[in-house]
Each structure stands twice: as structure tokens, then as C-alpha cells.
């Protein structure tokens, strides 16, 4: 089940995560895992898709405009909000939506085999205190052969990052149990945060009737501290081009802090 802390800070930035998150940076960050997932999209139409932790709903309608019927679900109510005025500014459109209040942990409001892809962005697979549950229950509501799609926390950067406090405790902690929570500057919105890597989340796939079809790590060679160089539109495809050339790769993924697998329901 979703922590309360994790709601409270979503509910109270969803009225300005899209500003937080409005930079050159987070905008290539976007663009390198939506260039992954396009990919994986259904290409039969009609079909039924889901943004899962959908927040704001930037995928999500980017899964409308793609021609999906498209289900934004998010345990925050004020995101769900942010999603649907996201989705109405698009303007008239061909295909349904739903907005529904729930967590990837507890998918009850959709039947068995009724979704042809699915993407959990901004790691909500990492907000889950069961993630076998939350594996389980994608693989319910996706068709044989659909696509799914998720983003999570890396657990190589989180301890890294956790070494350059004063004890070693926290980091490692997190490299034993993969576990850490959520440094917020409000007590009552701390959380707990699982971390993978590589090898858990494919184990964690595989044994949930996914077959993993591709990896890559967000971001490598590009990092928030080099977002000025980003602001060139030369410099940037030329470093979304170096940065296509490694993220798929194993040995690069140390360097990034996130992981993004894409699978196929078996």
C-alpha cells in the first residue's frame, strides 16, 4: 500500500510538480525514456493503455495522442486533477479516458487482460512496499503479448549518493535491502522508497510472466549539473545522440539514476 507520506507530498507540489520538473534537463530526461518506449507501443488499434502513477499526466497523454484508450491512475488525488486538465488543454479527442485513485499494488478497477500496454514512469514501482504484488497485478491486466514499460530507482546511484553522509549507515542499508525512504523537508511527507538493480528487477519480471525485452539507464552522460549544455539545440542532439549510444549498456549504468526495463507479458 502507498505510504501517507508519499500522498501528502504529491497532493501538496502536484499544483507545481510540472514547474519543478520544467527544465532543459528533466526535459531530455522525458524525451530519452519516451524514445524508449514508443517503440513498445500496440501498433493494432483500438487499444487500451495505462500511465500507472501517472502524476501530471505527461505520458499518459502522450498515450492519448498515440490512440490509445488510456487509463491515468495515481494514488494522489490532487495529480489525478493536474492529469485531467493536462489531458482537457489537448482539446477534443478520438479516444476514452479514465482518471482512477489507486495504486499499482491493488489494480481491482481493471479486469484481467484488458490493458495492450502499460507504462509506470517516475518510478512508482519504487514507492511500493510489495513490489512482487504490484509485478503481479500488471501481469493480470495485461494481455498476453502486451508491453509494459517501467521506471525505477537505481539502487547503484542511491548508495553512492548515501556515502557522502556522515555515516555509512544509511548506504548500507540500502545495499543490503535495497531500501532507503524519501528525504523530505517535511517530516509527516518521509516515506519508504525501494531501490533495484539490474539483475532483482529482471529476476522480479521473469518470475511475474514478463519477458524482458530492453534496458537503459536515465541519464548517463548527461547530468543535472550539465543542463546549460543543453539549452544549444546543436549540443543537444548531438548529446541525445552520444547518450542513445551508451544508456543500453550494461557497464554505463552505474552512472545514472534511474533504470528502465521494457517486457512483454508471456
Request: aromatic letters at 8%; charged letters at 25%; glycine letters at 8%.
Amino acid at each position: 500500500m502507498v505510504d501517507r507520506g508519499n500522498r501528502r507530498y504529491h497532493d501538496r507540489v502536484a499544483g507545481r510538480y510540472d514547474q519543478i520538473y520544467d527544465s532543459a534537463y528533466w526535459r531530455f530526461y522525458r524525451e530519452v525514456s519516451w524514445r524508449h518506449l514508443k517503440p513498445h507501443l500496440p501498433t493494432h488499434r483500438p487499444a487500451h493503455g495505462a500511465d500507472l502513477g501517472c502524476g501530471t499526466g505527461w505520458f499518459g497523454v502522450r498515450l492519448v495522442k498515440a490512440g490509445l484508450h488510456t487509463v491515468f491512475l495515481d494514488p494522489s488525488p490532487k495529480m489525478l486533477e493536474a492529469s485531467r486538465a493536462a489531458l482537457e488543454a489537448v482539446g477534443p479527442r478520438a479516444v476514452e479516458a479514465r482518471f482512477l485513485q489507486g495504486e499499482m499494488e491493488d489494480l481491482r478497477e481493471l479486469a484481467d487482460g484488458s490493458l495492450d500496454f502499460a507504462t509506470g514512469q517516475g518510478d512508482p514501482l519504487s514507492f511500493c512496499a510489495d513490489p512482487r504484488r504490484a509485478l503481479a497485478e500488471l501481469r493480470r491486466v495485461l494481455r498476453p503479448g502486451a508491453g509494459l514499460v517501467l521506471s525505477v530507482d537505481n539502487r547503484v546511484a542511491g548508495v553512492r549518493t548515501l556515502l557522502d553522509e556522515p555515516s555509512p549507515a544509511a548506504a548500507l542499508e540500502l545495499l543490503r535491502t535495497g531500501r532507503t525512504r524519501w528525504r523530505a523537508q517535511r517530516q509527516e511527507e518521509v516515506f519508504g522508497m525501494k531501490m533495484f538493480d539490474r539483475d532483482e528487477l529482471h529476476g522480479l519480471l521473469e518470475r511475474a510472466g514478463f519477458a524482458v525485452h530492453s534496458w537503459i539507464a536515465k541519464t548517463c552522460l548527461v547530468q543535472r549539473h550539465n543542463e546549460a549544455w543543453l539549452e544549444d539545440a546543436e549540443a543537444r542532439r548531438q548529446l541525445l545522440d552520444a547518450e542513445e549510444s551508451v544508456h543500453g549498456l550494461p557497464h554505463w549504468f552505474g552512472l545514472a539514476g534511474h533504470l528502465q526495463v521494457a517486457a512483454v507479458a508471456r
